[in-house]
């Protein structure tokens, strides 16, 4: 099929399958597939809910024509069987997040709001998890109508745990061969050729409730650690009209003595601190303002200041790093817990070549020692890059610039996707990170999480015209 004929024959079959996507979609959004390892059995590593969203997702695969597979619960796959058993891959996710703080709208269903899709996983990344079985489907539809298999074999992998650890893929590449090429629909257009390495963290106090003058009951923020809060509440121990509420900041007093402190800052994506205002840095410097602390909560909240509000740069925890391929290293703190009578805070960062992770774990390390507390490694990510001029991210840049009308190059991110575990992948849309969004438009891991339907419709012909140029390449 000619191109011209097959961005026709695209258009159209996006006309005729849109509301069956957004059907498919609200399936898949309204099962709350949260990692569970507490729940994790036997063909469930990852949890009933997360089971259930690869079920689902698998049996949306089957209705549309694919040949479906489960592989013991940790991933699944949907595959076009080709004239050859060489694969070119799709790899998305039906596991998220938690919902979190401050969602107006219910975060495990749909809301469609003028244009737009609201609810966690439209965006990242079971919205664009359909389209890639859309894609494939409009493939199937092709080879029925001509008798004619694609080259390759297309294979729709269905993750199931990449918001944690990726451990779904690194089962898969354990048991499967690695596919020619892949991409993911987890990121931004035009493309993404390298990813920054990520590094989890956390700063464990010891029992700081049993110290004299403790005055800080509990802290609670944010959802996972991949994820600036924008919100942020401690229960701290204050006397009548000791504290007073300021701009995003309430003061809640209680009866039994203690004061409720809630602050309001802006969230987003730990790999995009920029604009972003760390509810956590919010309420440990507004604790340390009024004094509401003794000397070991003063060491920790000090801590809390330079993790989640002096810097986003890593310059205020003394890791500030960059290079001319990826850029600044970033550093944020995503969640903070009360454990065992003390606080347990989470942080990540994301970071180029001129620095290693054995670097950051050693100065982290000392910091922590400075102000009393432990710090422990969760997991290491090292720095991913494929070369943008290689033939298959040539012909995926070419197809968006066809689209969008603008030239195209591939770029390099702090965000880490399920490409950085394959040899040949790259990150390849669904979002548009130049739509302008409304104000009530949330951004993934963060409330009200949304993007216009137009975005994934355009993501839709895109992959459907990118694909059928793959198969034209030489793997």
Known sequence: MADEELKRAADAYVDEVWEDVVSDIRTLVRIPSVRDREGARPGMPWGKASHDALVAALGIASRLGLDAHECEGYIGYADLRGASDTQIATIAHTDVVPEGLGWTVDPFDVTRREGYLLG???LDDKGPFVLSLYAANFFRHQVEETGKPLPYTLRCLVGNEEECEMGDLKWYLRHYPEPAFAFTPDADFPLICGEKGVFHGHFTTGRLADEPGARIVSLNAGTVANAIPGQAEAVVRAGAG??????????EERADGTCLVRTHGIGGHASLPAGTRNAIGMLADYLLDHGVCNEPERSFLSLEHLLCSASTDGSSLGIASAD????PLTCIGGTVRTVDGGF???MDARYPTSITDAQIESTLADLAAQHGCA???DGVKVPFYIDPSSAPIRTLLDTYSEYSGRPAKAQVIGGGTYARNFKRACAFGAN?????????VGPEHGPDEGVAEETLRQALRIYIVSIARLMRLDF
């Open 324 to 327: 001319e391929k990826f850029g």
């Open 432 to 440: 548009e990170p130049t739509a302008k969004l409304p104000s009530w």
């Open 120 to 122: 966690r996983g439209v």
């Open 242 to 251: 000791e504290l007073e509420p300021r701009e995003g900041i309430e003061v």
């Open 375 to 377: 710090f422990g490694v």
């Open 344 to 346: 347990v805070q989470t």
